[in-house]
Nanobody, 116 residues
């Protein structure tokens, strides 16, 4: 199983980024998946999640209305569209899959830096 994130970078406050997570060896469409982030000195937190199947989404209060999680089943890729970025969104962002049998897989992380 491999999860590879891309799309991070440096952006000014108010800007947008789209993160991608391409999976191999595992399928997004049938598993619970999500995006986490970890800022320096802070615990890793769940930002957005999407269920397998019909893809019910859920968001942390801090990103509701600004971030959108989605997936492309044909490409086996998950996305996080991030709009109206704030300096407090600065963190390393990780994609994650939890399988129906309870295994967890993580990507390597991608840095997002929002300047004020």
């Amino acid at each position: 199983v491999q999860l590879v994130e891309s799309g991070g970078g440096l952006v000014q406050a108010g800007g947008s980024l789209r993160l991608s997570c391409a999976a191999s060896g595992i399928t997004f469409s049938i598993n619970f998946s999500g995006w986490y982030r970890q800022a320096p000195g802070k615990q890793r937190e769940l930002v957005a999640a999407i269920t397998g199947g019909i893809g019910i989404t859920n968001y942390a209060d801090s990103v509701k209305g600004r971030f959108t999680i989605s997936r492309d089943n044909a490409k086996n890729t998950m996305y996080l569209q991030m709009n109206s970025l704030k300096p407090e969104d600065t963190a390393v962002y990780y994609c994650h899959i939890r399988t129906t049998w309870g295994s967890h897989y993580w990507g390597q992380g991608t840095q997002v830096t929002v300047s004020s």
